[in-house]
């Protein structure tokens, strides 16, 4: 049973912080991609940022320069570091995964999404 299980939403006043993590859990034979997604009321999910098995970073231009994306293979997790938060950023954030992971037929490779974390940045 593969798990991604997120934590570190909540409420901020505008300009504050949060960092939300992560972590994977289940036969993982390898982390390939890892990202974060958010999607706030009435409005399609969307890309945040993502980061490769190499460290690659990739970010939406709404976040840059604000946000930072990292991962600790080690501990199967990936990170977003959330500074300068604007109520626009009020959203239920996903995280999602790249896996290679093993069963008793072997190895596959998978993709798989958190539940959902919230944050809110309000006043």
């Known amino acids: 049973q593969v798990q991604l299980v997120e934590s570190g939403g909540g409420l901020v006043q505008p300009g504050g912080s949060l960092r939300l993590s992560c972590a994977a859990s289940?036969?993982?034979?390898?982390?390939?991609?890892m990202g974060w997604y958010r999607q706030a009321p009435g409005k399609q999910r969307e890309l945040v940022a993502t980061i490769t098995s190499g460290g690659s970073t990739n970010y939406a231009d709404s976040v840059k320069g604000r946000f930072t994306i990292s991962r600790d293979d080690a501990k199967s997790t990936v990170y977003l570091q959330m500074n300068s938060l604007k109520p626009e950023d009020t959203a239920v954030y996903y995280c999602?995964?790249?896996?290679?992971?093993?069963?008793?037929?072997?190895?596959?490779?998978?993709?798989?999404w958190g539940q959902g974390t919230q944050v809110t940045v309000s006043s």
């Open positions: 999602n995964a790249d896996l290679v992971l093993r069963n008793a037929a072997g190895n596959f490779q998978s993709r798989y």
């Open positions: 289940g036969s993982i034979v390898k982390i390939n991609g």
